[in-house]
């Protein structure tokens, strides 16, 4: 005979998919509830901490492996492929899903959150550079700078106030005084 589960059970055991449709069903069941959930979402989403994004960030970076560069990169099957450009390649790779979720933060309407989600990301790329004494840094010298300033111009696209210009402007100097 099969066990029964709870019914906090059932619901902890759904995928994001399922609960996902769980969550919209209640809501078109039941439209006073979209006020509470949407608070609720707002509330979730709001806690973003520059230094956990920077830890994430940083750990991402420190787990590119030079090994894996040699597997990527040289004579292939199909021609050569440059191990500089697919060095670029994987440290590209490791920060886009940061970029992409502060870029979900732009669109949600969200710029305080997404201004705590650079800070996180140039300050991650910023440990990572301090850290990395790796090879695969020999290969990308420039990529920790040029992708700090590809982070911040894309923050700005933005138009934040200059307020939090001067202050996304200040994490970038301290760090690089560091």
Do not use: H
Request: proline share 5%; hydrophobic share 35%.
């Amino acid at each position: 005979m099969p066990a029964r589960i709870s019914k906090k059970g059932l619901i902890q055991s759904l995928d994001p998919d399922s609960a996902r449709s769980v969550l919209f069903a209640l809501v078109n069941e039941n439209p006073d509830l979209l006020s509470k959930v949407y608070n609720t979402a707002k509330r979730i989403l709001r806690d973003v901490s520059p230094d956990d994004i920077a830890s994430d960030v940083a750990s991402s970076l420190a787990a590119l492996d030079i090994e894996d560069l040699y597997s990527r990169s040289g004579k292939t099957r199909y021609g050569y492929k440059d191990p500089s450009d697919e060095a670029w390649e994987m440290f590209n790779e490791a920060i886009e899903p940061f970029i992409d979720e502060m870029n979900k933060y732009l669109k949600r309407g969200m710029s305080d959150v997404a201004k705590n989600y650079c800070a996180g990301i140039i300050k991650g790329i910023q440990r990572s550079e301090r850290g990395l004494g790796s090879e695969l840094s020999d290969w990308i010298p420039d990529a920790p700078g040029e992708a700090i300033e590809s982070v911040y111009d894309e923050w700005k696209k933005s138009q934040p106030g200059e307020d939090e210009i001067a202050e996304m402007q200040r994490i970038i100097d301290e760090e690089d005084e560091e």
